[in-house]
């Protein structure tokens, strides 16, 4: 199906089955700039890392209620060994960014989408190959 006309489930609930756990550890808080960095393997040519970060609302006279919008990132770096023998940092960025009014309920639907668009196959060809055909 084209990108154009794609469609996902309101209300769906998703579950992951199958694979193998991959198991990520903390390397540290840095609380200076509310982050959490956790990876998978000691050997920083193969480790697999997950950065995540938050940014507190803050009041603000131009956004709409006067707080600007909280926001939770997860940033996802995955290390390929080229051919040449190189190595590369392949990369996924999830960010959520919500008004402080935003429910838990319309969270929670907004992040069922998200995961949607991550897997349906109404979008592979946008990660695959770069098509918005």
Do not use: H, W
Not at 1 to 20: D, E, I, N
Not at 62 to 73: E, S
Not at 105 to 115: F, G, M, N, P, R
């Amino acid at each position: 199906m084209p990108l154009s006309s794609a469609s996902v489930l309101s209300g769906a609930t998703l579950t992951p089955s199958g694979g193998s756990a991959i198991s990520f550890v903390s390397a540290g808080i840095r609380n200076e700039v509310n982050t959490l960095n956790c990876s998978n393997d000691a050997d920083l040519r193969t480790r697999r890392q997950i950065v995540c970060s938050t940014r507190e609302p803050r009041p603000s006279e131009g956004a709409p209620n006067g707080y600007t919008q909280a926001r939770a990132t997860a940033f996802l770096k995955f290390p390929l060994e080229l051919e040449n023998g190189n190595v590369t940092i392949n990369t996924v960025r999830i960010e959520v960014a919500y008004d402080v009014e935003t429910s838990a309920s319309e969270l929670t639907e907004y992040k069922v989408i998200a995961a949607q668009v991550l897997n349906d196959s109404d979008f592979s060809a946008l990660f695959s190959s770069l098509s918005l055909a």
